[in-house]
């Protein structure tokens, strides 16, 4: 069992940034990929960013490369989003999800574990 709890999010301007953390409670938080999943009203979750349980690859959705960066500590149990160059097209609530799976996932449906979700409204 992974307890996934986030901060961060809020409000920010067109261009702006914003950063998400993702603090876990299983001593196992090393073995897990983690993912980072968006949704926003009316539309399905969607996939954003996921990074490998040794950090050492990560895989971003296209609307997310070059703006996004996925990272962890695996010593503090903590998964990282920092946002950049925000669009108002960003604004949804922010999941991170741990999964167990020997790939890196795109698919909401393999994670195991999902955290609380964080409001993120991008304003132009």
């Known amino acids: 069992q992974v307890r996934l709890v986030q901060s961060g999010g809020g409000l920010v301007q067109a261009g702006g940034s914003l950063g998400l953390s993702c603090a876990a409670s299983s001593p196992t938080f090393g073995r897990y990929n983690m993912g980072w999943f968006r949704q926003a009203p009316g539309k399905e979750r969607e996939f954003v960013a996921a990074?490998?349980?040794?950090?050492?690859?990560?895989d971003y959705a296209d609307a997310a490369k070059g703006r996004f960066t996925i990272s962890r500590d695996n010593a503090k149990n903590l998964v990282f989003l920092q946002m950049n160059s925000l669009k108002p097209e960003d604004t949804a609530t922010y999941y991170c999800?741990?999964?167990?799976?020997?790939?890196?996932?795109?698919?909401?449906?393999?994670?195991?574990?999902w955290g609380q979700g964080t409001q993120v409204t991008v304003f132009s």
């Open positions: 999800a741990a999964d167990l799976s020997e790939r890196l996932e795109t698919s909401a449906r393999e994670y195991d574990y």
């Open positions: 990074i490998s349980w040794s950090g050492g690859s990560t």
